[in-house]
């Protein structure tokens, strides 16, 4: 998934594939924060989060999900 294709909330989103993860750090970006998250299963994600929609510290609980049509699978 690209950054700019997976998004972060505190709720469990309803009809899109989602993961539990921690926050483990942000980084802003000056249009946008790059959120960096560590799945339950261990694997790290970056999420792309506009920086006016930035309530997220480390720490944090948070599920990440995408749109179906965003994946991209390699094999």
């Known amino acids: ?17 989602w993961h539990r993860a921690a926050v483990e750090s942000t980084l802003f970006l000056g249009n946008c924060v790059h959120l960096n998250a560590r799945l339950e299963s261990g ?23 995408w749109q179906p049509s965003d994946e991209l699978r390699f094999e």
């Open 43 to 65: 694997e790290r994600v970056i999420a792309e989060v506009p920086r006016d929609q930035n309530h997220f510290a480390e720490g944090d609980s948070v599920c990440i999900h």
């Open 1 to 17: 998934m690209r950054p700019e294709s997976t998004r972060v909330s505190r709720e469990i989103p309803p009809g899109v594939p």
